[in-house]
């Protein structure tokens, strides 16, 4: 069978671990390289990859060989050195990028696998977590939504990253929840433009490790009871293997250490046509390295969930 080449740059964090992780076990991708500033040198300790060791990720040391596509799982504000570098290196190497920095790039193709077309570019921006769940919940009932979207979520401190700070420290979150960015959220944005342009959103950091919660409440221009806003998300994600449907809210740990995604709890207050229900789904895996790979498999040509499911 032949392989397709891939190199991982930013190796160390936890999205990056997922990444190498859905790489490895894929008969169709072959993790060639991983790039890492605190790690360079050391084995990746993959019994599979043999002994490989993390490479030098700096700009000016790295070092790329006969990688095909490349992943970008870096911090905001740091992938354009790497992009430019890629594409002097060769500038058809497929990129994706899971950090924010192209997703309001016309020159990038912003996808989130189950809503959107194939991949038609070689450049390819990753979606957020938080901005994934919210518009999982939009995009079945886009065309009846009336005035604002507010939605409330609530994830694990992985989603802080691996680096210390407020936001993942244990004693901080001990008995507690940490609101962050009670306005203009980045995801919001991200919504705004890709999906519905008035949303207002909350983001929250819970005592849980990874895993998000998102809650949304939403006016319809029509009267409608839950069994027909359930049927309206079954017909709308049918065939969609990581997506499931359910009458209760969805429970957090079912979709932990998953790549599933579930939505459920619809409940509609009839005297005001307001609906309500929850999304849930693995912020590290589905909200991040599990749609860049099903992004890199549709811009080789393949099913979005080779090598997935």
């Known amino acids: 069978m032949s392989y397709k080449k891939i190199g991982l740059i930013g190796g160390r964090g936890y999205v990056g671990q997922e990444i190498i992780?859905?790489?490895?076990?894929?008969?169709?991708?072959?993790?060639?390289?991983?790039?890492?500033s605190s790690k360079a040198g050391q084995p990746l300790n993959i019994d599979s990859l043999g002994e490989m060791t993390y490479q030098d990720l700096a700009l000016d040391n790295i070092d790329f060989g006969d990688e095909e596509a490349f992943i970008?799982?870096?911090p905001n504000m740091e992938s354009q050195g790497y992009?430019?570098?890629?594409?002097?290196?060769?500038?058809?190497?497929i990129i994706?990028?899971?950090?924010?920095?192209?997703?309001?790039?016309?020159?990038?193709?912003?996808?989130?696998?189950?809503?959107?077309?194939?991949?038609?570019?070689?450049k390819i921006s990753n979606?957020?977590?938080?901005?994934?769940?919210?518009?999982?919940?939009?995009?079945?009932?886009?065309?009846?939504?009336?005035?604002?979207?507010?939605?409330?979520?609530?994830?694990?401190?992985?989603?802080?990253?691996?680096?210390?700070?407020?936001?993942?420290?244990?004693?901080?979150?001990?008995?507690?929840?940490?609101?962050?960015?009670?306005?203009?959220?980045?995801?919001?944005?991200?919504?705004?433009?890709?999906?519905?342009?008035?949303?207002?959103f909350t983001p929250h950091v819970g005592n849980f490790f990874r895993g998000i919660m998102m809650t949304g409440n939403f006016f319809l221009s029509k009267q409608s009871d839950p069994d027909e806003i359930i049927n309206l998300f079954i017909d709308f994600y049918e065939g969609m293997n990581l997506i499931s449907i359910q009458e209760s809210p969805p429970n957090l740990q079912?979709?932990?250490?998953?790549?599933?995604?579930?939505?459920?709890?619809?409940e509609v207050d009839q005297a005001t046509n307001r609906l309500t229900f929850c999304c849930a789904l693995d912020n590290l895996l589905k909200g991040?390295?599990?749609?860049?790979?099903?992004?890199?498999?549709?811009?080789?040509?393949?099913?979005?969930?080779?090598?997935?499911?």
């Open 21 to 36: 992780s859905l790489l490895n076990n894929h008969n169709q991708l072959n993790i060639v390289s991983v790039y890492s």
């Open 72 to 74: 970008l799982a870096l």
């Open 83 to 93: 992009v430019d570098l890629i594409t002097n290196y060769n500038s058809e190497a």
């Open 96 to 122: 994706i990028d899971l950090s924010s920095d192209h997703r309001f790039d016309e020159d990038w193709e912003y996808r989130i696998p189950e809503l959107c077309d194939p991949v038609s570019s070689n």
């Open 127 to 200: 979606p957020g977590c938080y901005a994934s769940a919210m518009q999982f919940m939009i995009a079945p009932i886009l065309n009846i939504l009336v005035g604002p979207v507010n939605l409330f979520g609530v994830s694990g401190y992985s989603g802080a990253g691996a680096s210390p700070n407020q936001r993942n420290d244990r004693e901080l979150l001990n008995d507690n929840i940490i609101p962050y960015s009670l306005v203009n959220h980045l995801h919001e944005r991200e919504v705004q433009t890709h999906s519905y342009p008035n949303i207002f």
């Open 254 to 266: 079912k979709v932990q250490n998953t790549s599933d995604v579930i939505i459920g709890g619809f």
């Open 288 to 309: 991040a390295a599990t749609q860049a790979i099903q992004n890199l498999n549709s811009a080789f040509g393949w099913d979005d969930n080779a090598g997935i499911i």
